[in-house]
């Protein structure tokens, strides 16, 4: 019984902010609450308030719980970048428009080509599946709605029409005809939404007129004139009894819809912008964007603000410099707010956020553990910052920012070298003090990469301009400098006494360069695409990558023999690790995987599965059982590690 209570505790197991983990995994160093790769386009709260809905730029829709941040949908199959999102009125449908654009995901530069049709898809909450694909011939800024008894989704076309679909199955059973002159920019919204209990569709467009459109016959009932030429955006109220518009200059309108009335149009100074993005169910608050210009940089803050007052009642730090859309939530209390990475929950009117997130915005480009094994830092490739986490607690115990280069820990726990401020010199910072104490000599160019070799005698470091310099630890100075061995060389790893390195090369190759002249000394060959990563055992004897096919090899050393040759992954291979004994190898793909093999048998030891997108870096702990995984979510998983089998 007593393996079954654990493996059901690893089940179950959760980090300190309530949020699950993968089986396998002990500890989780931060917190991926809301994670978005990429910040989200689209927001939408559903009626009951308890789930909000994101929309990424990669191609994914997902679907969150609000009290506990964790994530209940995730649908990567869309074709395109969805721009709009809509919960049906009982919660258990959501609807999004896919607009037909290209796209490069990530880090792997991959082209996910659009299919040259946009949609509107239906997807069922309960069990994931798409309910229904519609083609539509928005492209831009259209928004999609349900109707009030959740039967009929409605979205524009650029052929001047509505669509009205069946949500059951997509069929479309009318297309609306528009009637206006067209406009400059008039493409830029389509707003629609059904009021008066559904029997009315109302949409704004560029001609600068509101139209209401009985849904029965298709025809307008009637319109009200904004007084703007062309509209540039549309902000309804949820009963679209008021609307605010704006035009191409920059020019604001307020429109009463039951009275026809508007306020006069009133035109911002050209060193300020002020952009409504939501207005509250009950019509009493407002988020706004405003951006002031200061010399030739716009600074934008978000704010809430009461309307009719314009008295701000929160203006919130930290969310993306100009957000294009918000929520709130129903009850008014909460407002999402995108940001890099992910989205925030703040409660209005407190600021004070709720489930926020911890750690980097977005991919871990380096782990490593000090030499006692109770701290591990890591680096965000994309946030400028290393994040120290104690490894018993998961808590964040300091962080270095402006640390957009090279990072590396010195072996004995004492130092990280690191480069701050896109500088071209290399530092020695005290790890417990995060204080400076020498550099190494500046450099030509921006340093990008650092790297210590296993006995802490040397420090390597590569510049943005191909230079490679060797510097000696002890000595605090400079050996040698040479430029890069090849142009395909991304980045290197120190031989454990520090007199070679290994570099990814041209033509599926591994080149090994002695460290003092710069001069290839051996090619290595026998991968099935180009290495993304390499290292080299802690004794000494082996060198090994993974490549972009999935695939891992391992030579001798001194020989440049092949080792081994296997397939560790099903997707791209983009991380490898040796345990101190050398008697291990982790590597992790792009199918989501971490293995762990022996590195003589070549057997496999254990799978793990867990980082939200993918893992890209690798690190054990100095004692060899605990393994760190950096994942493209901003988190850091630790993993326990099994013995080798004798």
């Known amino acids: 019984m007593m393996p079954a209570l654990i493996l059901a505790a690893m089940l179950v197991a959760s980090d300190d902010a309530g949020s699950g983990l993968p089986p396998g995994a002990i500890r989780r160093l931060g917190c991926n609450a809301f994670f978005e790769r990429g910040t989200p386009m689209a927001i939408a709260f559903s009626a009951d308030w308890k789930r909000v809905a994101t929309a990424s730029p990669l191609y994914s829709v997902r679907v969150w719980d609000v009290e506990s941040a964790r994530l209940v949908r995730y649908f990567p199959d869309s074709e395109g970048s969805v721009g709009a999102l809509a919960f049906s009125p009982d919660g258990t449908r959501l609807v999004g428009e896919d607009r037909d654009l290209p796209m490069v995901c990530g880090t792997t530069n991959v082209i996910r080509r659009p299919t040259g049709v946009p949609m509107v898809r239906i997807w069922n909450l309960d069990t994931g599946a798409i309910v229904a694909s519609m083609k539509s011939t928005s492209a831009l800024r259209c928004s999609v709605a349900f109707s009030p008894d959740g039967t009929l989704v409605a979205g524009g076309n650029e052929d001047r029409t509505i669509s009205l679909w069946d949500a059951a199955n997509g069929r479309e059973v009318r297309r609306i005809p528009l009637s206006w002159k067209s406009a400059e920019g008039w493409q830029s919204s389509f707003c629609v939404g059904f009021v008066d209990a559904g029997r009315t569709l109302a949409c704004t467009v560029a001609d600068g007129a509101i139209h209401f459109v009985d849904v029965e016959s298709g025809r307008e009932s009637r319109r009200v004139e904004s007084g703007l030429a ?12 008021h609307v605010d518009v704006g035009g191409p200059d920059g020019s604001v309108r307020s429109i009463d819809v039951d009275g026809g009335s508007s306020s006069p149009a009133v035109a911002l100074p050209k060193d300020r912008s002020e952009l409504p993005l939501a207005d509250s169910s009950d019509g009493r608050l407002r988020a706004v964007v405003s951006s002031t210009r200061v010399g030739s940089v716009w600074k934008s803050r978000l704010a809430v603000r009461e309307i009719g007052t314009a008295t701000s009642l929160l203006e919130i730090d930290g969310a993306d410099d100009a957000p294009t859309t918000v929520a709130f939530s129903p009850d008014g209390k909460l407002l999402a707010v995108p940001a890099h990475g992910g989205l925030r929950l703040v409660d209005v009117p407190s600021g004070v956020e709720r489930r926020p997130r911890r750690g980097h915005e977005g991919l ?6 000090t030499r006692d094994g109770k701290w591990v830092a890591s680096r965000g490739a994309w946030d400028g910052t290393v994040r120290f986490w104690g490894v018993e607690n998961g808590q964040e115990i300091g962080n270095a920012d402006s640390i957009w280069g090279g990072f590396a820990l010195s072996p004995e726990g004492v130092w990280f070298a690191a480069n701050r401020n896109r500088s071209m010199n290399i530092s020695m910072w005290n790890l417990g003090t995060r204080t400076k104490a020498w550099d190494f000599g500046e450099g030509n160019a921006e340093i990008v990469f650092t790297t210590f070799s296993v006995d802490g005698s040397t420090l390597g470091a590569t510049a943005a301009d191909g230079t490679i310099r060797i510097l000696d630890a002890a000595k605090r100075a400079e050996r040698v400098r040479f430029s890069r061995p090849t142009s395909a060389a991304t ?3 120190l031989s454990p006494d520090g007199r070679f390195l290994a570099s990814t090369g041209p033509e599926r190759s591994v080149v090994v360069v002695d460290a003092t002249s710069g001069v290839i000394v051996r090619r290595l060959r026998g991968l099935d695409d180009d290495a993304k990563a390499v290292v080299w055992s802690p004794d000494g004897e082996r060198i090994a990558a993974v490549d972009g096919a999935g695939s891992a090899t391992t030579w001798r050393a001194r020989s440049g023999d092949v080792d081994r040759h296997w397939m560790a992954h099903t997707a791209s291979a983009g991380a490898i690790a040796f345990s101190p004994d050398s008697r291990i190898v982790a590597t992790s793909g792009d199918d989501h995987a971490t293995r762990i093999w022996d590195a003589t048998g070549g057997a496999r030891l254990a799978e793990f599965s867990g980082n ?10 100095p004692d ?4 760190a995984s950096g994942g493209d979510d901003g988190t850091v998983l630790l993993w326990k590690v099994p013995a080798p089998r004798r």
């Open 624 to 627: 060899g059982t605990t393994l």
């Open 364 to 369: 871990i480009r380096t782990v490593e553990f």
């Open 491 to 493: 980045g290197f790893v």
């Open 230 to 241: 062309s509209i540039y955006w549309t902000l309804p109220s949820p009963d679209w009894k």
């Open 612 to 621: 939200q997108e993918w893992s890209a870096c690798l690190a054990f702990s």
